[in-house]
């Protein structure tokens, strides 16, 4: 371990008015000796590579460098704090989107009115498919009335799974509810074991639908393009298997998992179709699930956050993460970028620490 010295040299007028000293560099922790660097290496180690931070500590320890679990743990805090104002942006810019994927995932946390159980909490997952944004947001409850702070006031088009917590959001007058083939897929997947021929039967209709998909990506089409190849080649598959499903649900037994498929589809129809409308929105919700799958990753190997504060902190370096994913920023370039500027930024300026902008400026 060594030692960085810094030179500031003093300058006294020959008026003897007074001596002048260089200021000292902004500090991330104020008095802290952790630099940007090591703070970004760290965060990116925990939440990024999924090393808990007692392996951070032994990897440290290898190389003789000690330091103690509190050390490392306040630093790691006081770095996330750091990324509040950002978030703030970030919650604000996601509420004015026009179009959102949302989901949900369980965390384990340690606050818990049962003595020695952990809580079972959720991050909510906020993406905007257009602008490749992704929001995460902890609560300890996966009722009905959490998404209401980011909803309420939304307009435009909403995508989620069955889930009924969306229902209420999906039937208002300035919203769209789009459903998820994934999921619709995943329901006749599971009626492979029930009802073979009609669960193939209809996998291999939604697998068409997905295929309409492919050929859009690998022509490369615009949004007008994919909008009319879906009514062209989308849209009569649809009619079709609405058609099916229609005729064979009164011959199948509701409690069946070839009858729960048939009614999860039969129910969401009209959400299922509304892809058709715009060549921007998505046949499914899986731009999400693949936004939130480090969170999956990450608790296999730090299994729980320490507090409901902990894991808010821990929502927001997985949202700027997502986002440096999903514009192919480096995680750990982008956020020692942030964390030496975000303390002098103009908080008018405070957009151009996203990760978005950060590639720009960098490919300048």
Request: aromatic share 10%; charged share 25%; net charge positive.
């Amino acid at each position: 371990m060594y030692l960085v010295g810094r030179i500031r040299y003093k300058y006294a007028a020959k008026n003897r008015d007074g001596v002048s000293i260089a200021e000292l560099p902004e500090r991330v922790i104020d008095k802290g000796i952790a630099g940007p660097s090591l703070l970004a290496m760290i965060l990116v180690g925990k939440y990024q590579d999924h090393l808990p931070l007692y392996r951070q500590k032994q990897i440290f320890a290898r190389e003789n460098i000690q330091i103690p679990s509190s050390t490392i743990e306040g630093w790691t805090r006081q770095a996330l704090e750091k990324l509040e104002p950002l978030y703030e942006q970030l919650v604000f810019d996601t509420k004015a989107q026009g179009y959102l994927q949302v989901d949900e995932t369980p965390i384990k946390v340690l606050d818990s009115d049962k003595k020695g159980a952990a809580h079972q909490g959720y991050y909510w997952v906020y993406h905007s498919p257009l602008d490749k944004t992704v929001l995460f947001d902890y609560n300890p409850s996966r009722g009905g009335h959490v998404p209401t702070p980011m909803l309420d006031n939304f307009k435009g088009y909403l995508q989620t799974d069955g889930y009924a917590a969306y229902e209420k959001f999906g039937k208002k007058k300035d919203i769209t509810h789009l459903a998820c083939w994934a999921h619709a897929r995943r329901e006749f997947e599971k009626g492979l074991q029930n009802d073979p021929e009609r669960a193939k039967k209809a996998l291999l209709m939604i697998q068409d639908l997905y295929k309409v998909e492919r050929k859009a990506k690998e022509e490369k089409s615009s949004p007008d393009m994919i909008r009319e190849l879906r009514l062209k080649e989308s849209l009569p598959i649809i009619n079709d298997m609405g058609k099916w499903i229609f005729r064979e649900i009164k011959n199948t037994l509701p409690k069946s998992q070839i009858g729960k498929a048939m009614a999860y589809a039969y129910a969401r129809w009209d959400m299922l179709s509304e892809y058709l409308r715009d060549g921007n929105l998505q046949i499914d919700n899986n731009l999400i699930e693949n936004a939130i799958r480090p969170v999956a990753l990450g608790r296999k190997n730090w299994l729980f956050a320490g507090s409901h504060e902990a894991a808010q902190r821990s929502a927001m370096i997985y949202s700027f993460f997502a986002i440096c994913k999903k514009h192919e920023v480096n995680p750990f370039l982008w956020l020692k970028n942030t964390l030496m500027n975000i303390a002098s930024i103009n908080h008018k300026n405070i957009k151009e620490l996203y990760p978005q902008n950060f590639k720009k400026s960098t490919d300048m």
